[in-house]
C-alpha cells in the first residue's frame, strides 16, 4: 500500500505525457466475448493478480462479460499504477485505492477518476508482528522498529494510533523498506510492518507464525477506509453510461460467486495467476468470501459518511489540497 501512495503521487505529473500516447484495446481473454459486436473494454490492475480481484477474473471465465456484450482484456499495471492511464483515456477501468486517489482528485486540476465500487466492504489493513515483540496495542509501537516507504499518510496514521494509545510518535524507529516482504521481515529486519491480511497476514498463519495484528479500521473508524475500489474515468462513464452498468453488473456476478464458491473462485483465479501459490490463494479467497460484502446492502456499495470522513481527516492533516469529503465515488452503475 504505502509503495502504491508514493507511486501514484509521482506518477499524477505523467498525465500530459501519457495522455498523448494511447493504446489500441486488447482482445479479451477465456469467456470474453468474440462477436464483433462486443465492446472492447481495458480493465488495469493495481498491482499483480491476488485474491482482490478474485470477481473481476470469475466474471471473465464464466462468460458474464461476454453475457454483456463486452470483450474485457485484463491488464496489469504499469509501475507508476493504473490511475494515469486511466484518467488519460487509456484504459476504461482500473483497480485503485482510496487513500491513493485522494490526491489525484483533490489537486488544482484534479484527475478524471471516480470510484465505482468498493471490492472490500472495511479496510482489510494494519499492522503486523511476531507476537514475541510485545506489540499488542499501538502505543507499543514505540521504541520498536516500523517498516515504512516514508510516505506522509503513512506517518500520520502511525503517528494517530501510537499517540491516541498514549505512546510517542517519536520513539518509533521508521526503518525505510523499498522492497519488503513483510514475513520476513519482521523476522529479522524490523518489528513490524504494513500489511492486508488477506494475503500476508493468511500467509503467516500459514506458516505457523505467532503473530500479532493491530487492525486499524478497528483502531479508529476513520481509518476503515475503502481499499481497494474499482474506478472508471469520468468522461467515459459519463458518454457511456450503460456501458458502465453493464460492466458493474457482470462484476458484481463476478464477486458474488467468489463469495458464494470461494474454492472454485480460488481455482479460476490460478487459471489466470498459475504463479501463485494454491495454499495461500485457497486460504486468502476463504477469508475474503465473508469480507467482500460484510455486512452491505450490496456488493460495492460505498457508504457516504465513510468515504468522507477519511477524506476529511487527510485535509485536516494537510494530506490534500482540497476537501474532497464529497467527491471521488459514485453507486449510481451499481445494479
Known amino acids: ?15 500530459g505525457l501519457l495522455a498523448s500516447c494511447a493504446q489500441t484495446p486488447a482482445s479479451g481473454g477465456a469467456g470474453s466475448g468474440s462477436g464483433a459486436a462486443a465492446t472492447p473494454i481495458r480493465l488495469v490492475l493495481d498491482w499483480t493478480p491476488n485474491t482482490n480481484h478474485t470477481g473481476l477474473y470469475v466474471a471473465l471465465e464464466n462468460g458474464y462479460f461476454a453475457e454483456e456484450g463486452l470483450d474485457v482484456d485484463i491488464q496489469q499495471p504499469p509501475e ?12 476504461e477501468f482500473a483497480v485503485s485505492i482510496q487513500e491513493g486517489m485522494g490526491p489525484a482528485i483533490a489537486r488544482e486540476a484534479p484527475l478524471g477518476i471516480v470510484a465505482i465500487a468498493a471490492i472490500i466492504n472495511h479496510n482489510t489493513s494494519g499492522i503486523m508482528s ?12 514505540a521504541g520498536k522498529r516500523f517498516a515504512t516507504w516514508e510516505t506522509p499518510l503513512v506517518d500520520a496514521i502511525i503517528k494517530n494510533i501510537v499517540e491516541a494509545d498514549g505512546g510517542n510518535f517519536e520513539d518509533v524507529i521508521m526503518i ?12 529479522t529486519e524490523v518489528d513490524a510492518a504494513w500489511i492486508y491480511y488477506a494475503w500476508d497476514g493468511v500467509a503467516a ?17 476513520t481509518f476503515d477506509y475503502y481499499t481497494p475500489v474499482l474506478c472508471t474515468n469520468t468522461d467515459y462513464a459519463e458518454a457511456n453510461p450503460e456501458i458502465v452498468k453493464k460492466f458493474m453488473k457482470a462484476v458484481t456476478r463476478g464477486y458474488e460467486y ?29 477469508y475474503l468470501a465473508t469480507r467482500y460484502q460484510a455486512g452491505g446492502a450490496r456488493w460495492g456499495e460505498i457508504d457516504a459518511e465513510r468515504w468522507g470522513n477519511f477524506y476529511a481527516w487527510m485535509y485536516d492533516q494537510g494530506l490534500l489540497d482540497s ?6 465515488f459514485t453507486n449510481e452503475y451499481l445494479p
Open 205 to 221: 498463519e500459514l506458516q505457523g507464525l505467532d503473530i500479532n495484528y493491530l487492525d486499524l479500521g478497528q483502531i479508529n473508524p
Open 176 to 187: 525505510p523498506n523499498a522492497a519488503i516482504d513483510s514475513i520476513a521481515a519482521v523476522q
Open 258 to 286: 467468489a463469495m458464494a464458491e470461494p474454492d472454485a473462485a480460488a481455482q479460476i483465479l490460478l487459471k489466470h495467476a498459475p504463479e501463485l501459490d494454491e495454499e495461500l490463494v485457497v486460504a486468502s479467497q476463504q
Open 323 to 328: 476537501d474532497i469529503r464529497d467527491k471521488g
Open 130 to 141: 511476531l507476537a514475541s515483540a510485545g506489540i499488542e496495542t499501538p502505543g507499543d509501537l
Open 1 to 15: 500500500m504505502k509503495k502504491r501512495i508514493a507511486l501514484i503521487l509521482a506518477a499524477v505529473l505523467m498525465l
Open 80 to 91: 507508476n499504477g493504473a490511475e494515469i492511464l486511466l484518467a488519460a483515456g487509456n484504459c
